[in-house]
């Protein structure tokens, strides 16, 4: 297998540069925190099939006693970050995995310990108690995790918390990043302990969000869904782009749309509506020949514009978010972009999380074998 090194003294050796090693070796470093595992997207790390291999679901679960996922999420309430949840979720279903979903409100101790290990999400909104039960369970009990990141909370802005950021990065067996942008910035703040790290492109149903046939799409109409167009998400800039861009048509989706609508009332191009069913929002896009959004802070991944061009739209947006920063995809570029290879990561990627997870979990020399699962 290919590594790349990130203990310094291998590095002082050998360098930095890619090696290619015997799957034991591989393990043994990476479960050491020595080396990451090289991965391309030409080269996606489970089968193309594998969502639909009998023979790996079967040998998933019958191991005997099925795997308990504590799968910790700030809210309930499905936002971004929710929805992608659900989708990893429901892939952990179909291979075999047995969930307990942890939130605030279904906040249970003894499920929490019944758990063969968890899964932090979005960690902000637990009750004192509820908070420092989990970290006990994770950093005194030694509970193993992976930690799943959303966003860039925990290194920046106001809700930033550097200490408990190196402590969960740091001791989990995987952490999970959405796009380069996130995986990078984390790594300006936090350094190697972000390894091992596995990159999961944004979990987006392709069986709803796709190219809809009997939808005439508007030449003119860019549409904006991201939830609430407050500040962060990009209200002014929105605003601005509008007012200079009277050749084109906007929709805004938003919750509050009557409030935000109010600004946008003199602008003839613009109409501001209501939040739609999210299984509704596939006619919204296929409607539309652009997807727009504009966030003023940083996005780790951007998944409306994920959802868009999945749809068949084009992006407008600008450098704070992260979904641009799969370059190999060329994204931004109406004649290069790679519409077959996106949708297949896309769709892959939830079955590719799980098969992370159990690698590092038990050791790629298990996993190649099959033997001790």
């Excluded at 309430?77 to 939130?103: D, H, M, Q, R, W």
């Excluded at 369970?137 to 920046?156: A, G, M, Q, T």
């Excluded at 704070?320 to 519409?339: A, C, V």
Aim: glycine share 6%; with cysteine; hydrophobic share 35%.
């Amino acid at each position: 297998m290919k590594i790349r090194y990130t203990d310094k003294g291998l590095m002082q050796r050998f360098g930095s540069k890619v090696y290619e090693v015997a799957d034991d070796m591989g393990a043994k470093l990476m479960r050491n925190r020595m080396a990451v595992p090289v991965s391309s997207f030409d080269n996606p790390p489970v089968d193309k099939v594998l969502k639909d291999k009998k023979e790996f679901k079967d040998k998933f679960k019958s191991v005997g006693k099925r795997p308990r996922v504590g799968w910790v999420q700030d809210t309930s309430v499905y936002g971004g970050a929710e929805l992608s949840n659900k989708v990893v979720i429901k892939a952990g279903e179909e291979l075999g995995y047995i969930f307990y979903v942890c939130t605030p409100e279904s906040f249970d101790k003894k499920k929490l310990i019944e758990c063969d290990f968890l899964v932090i999400n979005n960690f902000f909104f637990f009750a004192p108690g509820q908070f420092h039960f989990i970290l006990d369970l994770l950093f005194e009990y030694k509970k193993p995790y992976v930690k799943y990141e959303h966003d860039h909370r925990e290194i920046i802005g106001p809700d930033a918390r550097p200490m408990l950021a190196r402590l969960l990065f740091n001791q989990s067996f995987l952490n999970i990043f959405i796009s380069p942008m996130q995986e990078q910035n984390h790594r300006r703040h936090l350094g190697m302990i972000i390894d091992p790290y596995y990159l999961l492109p944004p979990a987006i149903d392709t069986g709803i969000f796709k190219l809809l046939d009997g939808i005439k799409r508007d030449p003119k109409l860019a549409v904006n869904t991201c939830g609430r167009l407050y500040n962060s998400k990009g209200y002014y800039r929105m605003l601005q782009f509008a007012l200079n861009k009277k050749d084109l048509n906007f929709e805004i989706y938003t919750r509050d749309h009557k409030e935000i609508a109010e600004p946008f009332e003199q602008l003839k191009n613009v109409r501001v509506f209501p939040l739609v069913e999210h299984d509704y929002l596939p006619k919204v896009y296929n409607r539309a020949t652009y997807t727009i959004h504009l966030p003023q802070g940083l996005e780790a991944c951007g998944r409306t514009i994920a959802e868009g061009l999945l749809c068949g739209c084009e992006p407008i947006v600008n450098d704070n978010l992260g979904i641009m920063s799969f370059e190999d995809l060329h994204i931004g570029d109406k004649k290069w972009f790679r519409y077959e290879k996106f949708k297949f990561l896309i769709e892959q990627g939830p079955y590719s999380f799980w098969k992370a997870v159990w690698y590092y979990r038990n050791g790629l020399d298990k996993v190649k074998g099959n033997k001790d699962e």
